[in-house]
């Protein structure tokens, strides 16, 4: 089994920054896609960022496009979101997910992850 625990979230005004952590551990041999999703009070959980096993390619949902960026770290088994000019509306719980085994490119599908982390809170303050 793999677990994967988020940190990094908090309470932030808008305009300010944070930076999101997920680290893998338990069976981590190999390597996995990984993406970041949200889930706002009321709402569906939403895709936000997805990175290949390698890093080599990244998407970004527009809302977020050019605000917040993914990134990894494979020796180190973590994935990371930067999130710059928070906004009151990027308010939400915060998923990391893993597609264990998959060297494909990016992964934007729920279904398609195995893993997924317990959630961190991000509250952005106006």
């Known amino acids: 089994q793999v677990q994967l625990v988020e940190s990094g979230g908090g309470l932030v005004q808008a305009g300010g920054s944070l930076r999101l952590s997920c680290a893998a551990s338990?069976?981590?041999?190999?390597?996995?896609?990984a993406g970041w999703f949200r889930q706002a009070p009321g709402k569906e959980r939403e895709f936000v960022a997805a990175i290949s096993w390698n890093g080599g390619s990244t998407y970004h949902a527009d809302s977020v496009k050019g605000r917040f960026t993914i990134s990894r770290d494979n020796a180190k088994k973590m994935v990371y979101l930067q999130m710059n000019s928070l906004k009151p509306d990027d308010t939400a719980v915060y998923y990391c997910a893993a597609d264990w085994g998959h060297r494909g490119g990016v992964v934007m599908a729920e279904y398609e992850y195995d893993y997924w982390g317990q959630g961190t809170q991000v509250t952005v303050s106006s």
């Open positions: 338990g069976r981590t041999l190999g390597t996995y896609a």
